[in-house]
């Protein structure tokens, strides 16, 4: 036995794998987002959120960062 069943990724792995590099559409119902899929840590992915420059919920997002809020 070789080994190689027992190094098979879990399937979600295999998604998230798949989405690496892609622009997926949506994220935001305000502007012409797209998502896109990121490595944090080894097996921990996360989802980015990129918005239109001029987003109303970028801009309300940015100004509570910096103490503006709404």
Request: aromatic content about 8%; hydrophobic content about 35%; charged content about 15%.
């Amino acid at each position: 036995m070789n080994g190689s069943s027992f190094h098979q990724p879990a399937p979600a792995t295999a998604v998230f794998e798949a989405l690496m590099g892609q622009r997926i559409p949506g994220g935001c119902e305000d502007c012409d987002a797209y998502q896109t899929v990121e490595v944090t840590a080894p097996g921990i992915y996360s989802l980015q959120v990129h918005h239109d420059a001029t987003c109303p919920t970028y801009m309300a997002i940015v100004a509570a960062r910096h103490g503006g809020g709404r």
